[in-house]
């Protein structure tokens, strides 16, 4: 049996700033604050979603998001060699485009 919990006299600043990370997650502030408290407990509610699992050690994206060095690694590992410049391809474009040299 589902239980409804509830938490009175919440500052409004400490509100918004839920539902923006609710937002950046792209969750309901209900959802969120489910994720919040399940990851709180420990565990995971059975058949939980992935949007309001608590995140697994190392997999932070199970909760939308990752961080600037796992982007980093990724990019990484994906382009060993890096990409172009996005000025040298600008400026190809443009070049082909106006039939400069």
Do not use: C
């Not at 919040?36 to 699992?53: F, L, M, Y």
């Not at 994906?78 to 040299?101: C, H, K, Q």
């Amino acid at each position: 049996m589902a239980v409804n919990l509830s938490i009175k006299d919440v500052p409004d600043d400490l509100a918004e700033r839920l539902r923006r990370r609710a937002a950046r997650n792209h969750r309901s502030l209900q959802g969120e604050l489910m994720a919040i408290v399940e990851q709180a407990a420990g565990e995971a509610a059975p058949g939980a979603s992935a949007r309001t699992a608590a995140p697994m050690p190392g997999r932070s994206w199970v909760q939308g998001h990752k961080t600037i060095e796992q982007v980093a690694a990724a990019a990484q590992q994906r382009f060993p060699g890096g990409t172009s410049s996005s000025v040298d391809l600008i400026r190809e474009m443009r070049n082909s485009r106006y039939g400069d040299a």
